[in-house]
């Protein structure tokens, strides 16, 4: 729940320019215009929204993909079979950006017309953070939710071998006057991606994160003594949603993050629901609940109540304050070697 | 997961004679016949799959309730609104599980027809085990997801005060063969009924669990460090689509159990889905994965892989051995004393 920006000494960089370097990236691998500028929105929103796990730290992996021909920039996703409520798309292995914004949009038509859509994809790639979907019903005036499975990095409770993803889910909802529920979770004790962030900054992994013989990560509670077999049956109920639902790949079976020897054929659920559909005054009762939990009396007065969303809306805030994020010197690192290798204009420090 | 009886030097109670010493409650306080086998049938299948916590346990709150008229064993529930997808449900302060077949039933209908059926149900009480209502739906080939938001003992994240529910959620899949996944948690560190048990039994309650200085319950990962934000946001997302979506009570609003000076107005929310809708192979999909996980190697060679919903069979499986179940000599006195006051036939114990 970090609510500060990157502590480094490094520059501040505007958003605009995170994104157009984002985009000229992708540009140069061959990726039509608008689905690099969709990569680009979701990433730079991500660090943006203070998940530095899920943007720029992610550029790389997106270009070794479609580099290695194991990801179809061109692909658009295809509906296979729908109901007035239901959809199942087939990704086509297109970026999982491409894939998870025609999913939720699909989903969203279906709740304004009858209340609720679900729409199942498979033959996806990583669509970067869940949060990101939830959010697009969520400007509707919907509430949204959003669910993928991820490469086998979690060691179910009892074992210490991976065999399911950190598979995360998210749900957004609108509260009054811009407020908002934003619950963007990895359903393991932490998100891959926070590991990545801890080796970028040489730091030791707390051995609560995962168990320190394997690597395997630890689902959400730790070990069985702490219920860890809740974490462990959410990651199986975000994959019962996901690859089980979809029939894409699942479970063991996904490929691990870096094998460009198979597709991932990733899965992802999304759900969008029209509050005015139940009970008038939707947004005035999660306001109400949100602000009556905020106003708690905390343990530590420094160390305020939040809800979901607001460590994140502070950190929005700050990057609005700073006029940009700041990255840690091992990413500026990567964007130099990315600019240099692809021929594009490197990352921009000083236009603020 | 405990998979054996309760060990206790206490007889084998068949469970037809469980549901019929609960029927005679129910009704020795006006209950209609049909109602009073509901609860019967779903208390009773509580303690059948080792959830003694939500099973005869129960019982004398229950009772207590409808003596004090703060729940009317005669309600019906109303459909105040729906979709072809969706139905808003009004309890009219009914029997938590009276309104709760009800809202699964509703959905089942639905997703029969158009892929989903989202119900969510205000002006309810306590519904038992989350779970039942997901079995509901997958008796009929469907995913059912279950969710009911519970009077305020959860303490959020950085707080010692409660301000939420237990919450639980149950989402139930048929696999092949008979063979299914089923989870049932509550989104705290454990369930309200594992304290009480321990209290029955006279047992400490451990520090993970609560905090020990105001009783509240921990969410699910115990502390901030060991990501409890994460348990308690999932508290939150339950809530959500309760009581925020279905215009009941919610968080701290919500009654304390054993007061009876204002109605519960519990809220719940059902999800079913046809699977049909999507991939073929759903069950031959979600057995693979099931089994795969069973077949993985332990840490503990006595202490196997399992799935959600594999601790309930076994303890099914232990049940049917047995001929029945086995109560703490505390839940036998309670019973004792209930029938003494009601003027119903006592619990019998050599039926087998």
Redesign the interface.
Known sequence: ?STKLVEAETPIIPLHECRRFIVDCMLAVGTPKSNAETLANILVEADYRGHYSHGMNRIEMYLSEIQNGICNVNAAPEIL??????A?VEGHNGLGVVVGTFGMEIAIQKAKK???G?V?C?GSNHYGIAGMYALQAMKEGL?GLSFTNTSPVVA??????A?LGTNPLS?A?PGLNADS?V?D?A?S??AVGKIEMKNRTKSAIPP?WADLDTGALHP???D????S??????A??V??LC??????A???NIRMLGNFDMFADLGHCFIA???S??????EE??SD?MQ??RK?????TD??????GDPEQLHMDAVNKAGGVRYVQDQLDTCRKVAETLKVKPLQYDLH
Chains 1, 2 share one sequence.
């Not at 079979?81 to 239901?86: C, I, N, Y």
């Not at 077999?229 to 959410?234: A, P, V, W």
Request: hydrophobic letters at 45%; glycine letters at 14%; proline letters at 10%.
């Open positions: 729940m079979k729908e109901t007035p409520a239901t199942w009858v209340g609720i679900l199942v498979k509430l179910p409770t009892r074992t210490k071998h065999a749900l909802a529920f619950l979770m359903t004790a932490v609560q959400l509670g730790g069985e003594n702490n219920s077999y809740k974490g462990y049956g959410l199986l109920l994959e019962v690859g089980i639902l979809g029939g894409g699942y479970g063991p629901i029209d509050p559909c139940f009970a008038p005054g939707f009762r999660l609940l009556s939990l708690m009396e905390p343990i530590s160390k305020p109540v939040l809800v979901p």
